[in-house]
């Protein structure tokens, strides 16, 4: 028998990384793979003593149905949360609560992907991104980037010749490239964005990852730089990197008109993000205790990220290639081939979990014209002593 799915389902397969996670199953494995935060960093008391105070504080509110747009309390926690990164004039009625930042890209396929419409994305880019548009129809083009992030010259011929419905960036610390975009390149985006009239998505789930320095401000914290470009942006935002995935926090920041069809969209689909969620995360937001945890992870991810490099360089020597992150959760490699040893990426997973280590060939990440010798690495979830283990195994993988 074979049921009647949309032809849309045609256009997509399900995620190459979450095929990976069945074979992480072998004992003692250790896994580079995940693309989450450490559980371990979660602010467990300072979750629960917010979650208690919701339920003391607002009983009704965090149990009963909500406002599409948003638990008010968490719209101004999280309007407070961007003013204090920068970000000028912004309102708790321009932005809406989304379930994850993902849920924000899945309404904005909804509301601006019509199938055949063009849209850019960085060659490599979020791969559940590539799904999300491709599922609504979008004609995906792929913009090269380096170790400065998306590479605007290339990007203004291509918007150009195709003029996109929009362009979707994560400029600070990307998933899998943990580049950062350079604050010359911010401005430049946004003048693009006012010259060809396009939208740009920025997708900001790692800028407060930082490791040393603080990144340049976002593109929403840059626009009162550029005038108009305020009119041609979308900011989506998340807690789930830097307090708890689980909770499903994320928000949408966009022109009037967009937000308001992204919320009826919403309506459709789960009419409001889970109100416990939000009630807990505004208590906690309130209470003033995301700093410390900021500062926390911060520490403990940039050791992480320092030892993976010190160990890749050690190891693997001339035959990989990276630029060492400044912030997020990856490191972003090529095989050079050095030595005669492997220079294709999948292949070497392969032959990294026969040793006992997992992590993601880069191809996934391509909406067109894959490098088959990229790969992405986290150093999220192994401690420091795990990291240099596990790229041990590599170097034997690797040949």
């Known amino acids: 028998m074979s049921l009647p799915f949309a032809q849309r389902l045609d256009k997509v397969e399900t995620s190459a990384i979450r095929e990976l ?16 935060p450490d559980s371990a960093m979660f602010d467990v008391n300072g979750i629960r003593e917010a979650a208690s105070k919701a339920l003391a504080d607002e009983p009704g509110a965090a149990l009963q149905y909500g406002a599409t747009e948003g638990h008010q309390p968490l719209r101004e926690q999280l309007a407070g949360f961007m003013q204090s990164k920068g970000v000028r004039d912004i309102a708790p ?30 060659g490599p880019t979020f791969l559940a991104t590539i799904q999300c548009f491709r599922l609504y129809g979008a004609e995906l083009i792929s913009a090269p980037i380096d170790g400065e992030g998306v590479q605007v010259d290339e990007l203004e011929r291509l918007m150009a010749q195709h003029r996109p419905k929009f362009v979707y960036l994560i400029p600070t610390f990307g998933n899998p490239s943990g580049a950062m975009l350079s604050l010359a390149r911010r401005r430049r985006v946004l003048e693009l964005a006012v010259q060809y009239q396009t939208l740009i998505i920025e ?3 790692y800028g407060d990852l930082y490791f040393d ?12 730089e550029v005038p108009s470009s305020r009119d041609w942006l979308v900011h989506c935002g998340s807690l789930s990197k830097v307090l708890s995935p689980g909770l499903r926090v994320g928000w949408m920041v966009a022109p009037a008109e967009l937000l308001g069809k992204a919320v009826m969209c919403k309506q459709f689909s789960d009419a409001h993000t889970s109100t416990f969620a939000q009630a807990t995360a505004a208590q906690y937001l309130a209470a003033g205790r995301m700093p410390a945890t900021l500062a926390r992870v911060r520490q403990v991810y940039g050791a992480r990220a320092k030892a ?5 360089r050690s190891e693997l020597g001339s035959a ?23 220079s294709d990426g999948n292949a070497f997973a392969r ?10 060939p880069g191809t996934p990440f391509y909406c067109a014209n894959p ?24 170097a034997k993988a690797l040949g």
């Open 371 to 394: 490098d088959a010798s990229t790969l992405r690495l986290s150093f999220a979830t192994a401690d420091e002593d795990k990291i240099r283990e596990g790229i041990g195994r590599l």
């Open 320 to 342: 990989i290639d990276f630029v060492q992150p400044q912030g997020g959760l990856f490191v972003w490699a090529r095989l050079t081939g050095a030595g005669g040893k492997l």
């Open 93 to 122: 009625d321009q932005l809406v609560v989304t379930t994850g930042s993902q849920q924000a890209l899945d309404l904005l396929g909804k509301t601006l992907v019509d199938p055949g419409s063009k849209a850019i994305v960085e």
């Open 308 to 312: 993976m490099g010190e160990a890749l």
């Open 351 to 360: 032959k990294a979990i026969e040793q006992g280590v997992a992590f993601v």
């Open 21 to 36: 996670f069945k074979l992480l199953g072998k004992p003692g494995i250790i896994s580079f793979a995940g693309g989450f």
């Open 203 to 205: 997708d900001d789930p």
């Open 213 to 224: 320095q603080p990144p340049p401000p976002s593109l929403l914290a840059l626009s009162h």
